[in-house]
């Protein structure tokens, strides 16, 4: 890795903590992914580090969590994380919200980095623990969004909230052929429930905004529901999986 000073950055997710080091010219030098927010996963992750310039964090986690992050940044590296919190506006996007710190900081930056790359109007799917569908103008209004629960959450919904939906199987199989056990019929029926979303935003996305739309992809389940936008415009469609990431050098420059 290179020696000069770096910039390590976090995704803290509700079910994934990502993590990414870029050099300082900001070209991604590694990354991966973390057991939990731990002592011993952090230690283990500070021993493959260079010294470090910085160290900014998008967070969805609970603050107990941050704490834990922050105090290992400035005992590892005498460095102070840097959180980035959802604004007002920022790089000429503009919130919708009426109480800006109510939107997930993830959504923010995602729509920050696809409304930069883009330069006009912009639908960001973000496929994680939640499906997350965000409307943005071409002139940098958030128009409004929709959440709903990612594949995982519904399948555990489906376990926690009936007596004998029950299974341990894993495989999901094609999402377009009906399942023909209760592992793939519930997979499967969470992967359709998804896949209409999605279908059902670009509906929204064609109606509100200007044709020659970009959609912008991301997402840790992203890949699952990619054949879904096969009829968008490869010319439009943007498959960035650290794009809640990438949106930390704009928040945080």
Known sequence: MNPSPAILEFDLGNTSVKWRLLDAAGTRQGGGRLEGITDAAL???AAELPPLARVRVASVVAEGSERVL???ARSSFGLRAEFARTTASCCGLRNSYEDPSRMGADRWLAMLAAYREAAGPVLVIDIGSALKLDFVSENGEHLGGYIVPGLGLMQRALVAGTDR???????????????RSTAEAVCRGAALA???AVMAALQVADAQLPAGYAVFLAGGDADQLSDVLVPVS????FCRPELVMDGLALALP
Do not use: I, M
């Open 70 to 72: 922050a105090d290992w």
């Open 194 to 196: 998804s896949s209409g």
């Open 234 to 237: 490869q010319q439009r469609l």
């Open 165 to 179: 939906v029950r299974f341990s199987e894993a495989d999901a199989g094609d999402w377009r052929q009906p399942g």
């Open 43 to 45: 230690s283990l992750l």
